[in-house]
Nanobody, 115 residues
Framework: EVQLVESGGGSVLPGESLTLSCAAT????????MAWVRQAPGKELEWVAD????????NYPDSVKGRFTASRDNAKNMMYLQLNSLKAEDTAMYYC????????RGPGTLVIVSS
């Protein structure tokens, strides 16, 4: 059974940074591409990053490109999302998932960006 658990969220000021973590169990994590998605209050789920199994390829939408960085440690079955230069519009629940549509996503970790 796929289990994903996110952590690392918090409340920060605009311009600050956070690092989110995702612990993966129950499936061959190291062999699969993974994704991060988010959902802001009252909005639809939005893809924000994906990463290939060997970390050679990462993709981002324009809304976060240059500010967010995905990484993974296959030896630890962990995935990370570094969030830099955070903006108020980045406020959302963040999830790691099996794909851009949020398949098998975990309970999420909340990021609040506010002055």
């Amino acid at each position: 059974e796929v289990q994903l658990v996110e952590s690392g969220g918090g409340s920060v000021l605009p311009g600050e940074s956070l690092t989110l973590s995702c612990a993966a169990t129950g499936f061959p994590f190291s062999t699969l591409p993974m994704a991060w998605v988010r959902q802001a209050p009252g909005k639809e789920l939005e893809w924000v990053a994906d990463i290939s199994p060997g970390s050679r390829i990462m993709n981002y939408p324009d809304s976060v490109k240059g500010r967010f960085t995905a990484s993974r440690d296959n030896a630890k079955n962990m995935m990370y999302l570094q969030l830099n230069s955070l903006k108020a519009e980045d406020t959302a629940m963040y999830y790691c998932a099996e794909d851009r549509r949020g398949r098998s996503r975990g309970p999420g970790t909340l990021v609040i960006v506010s002055s």
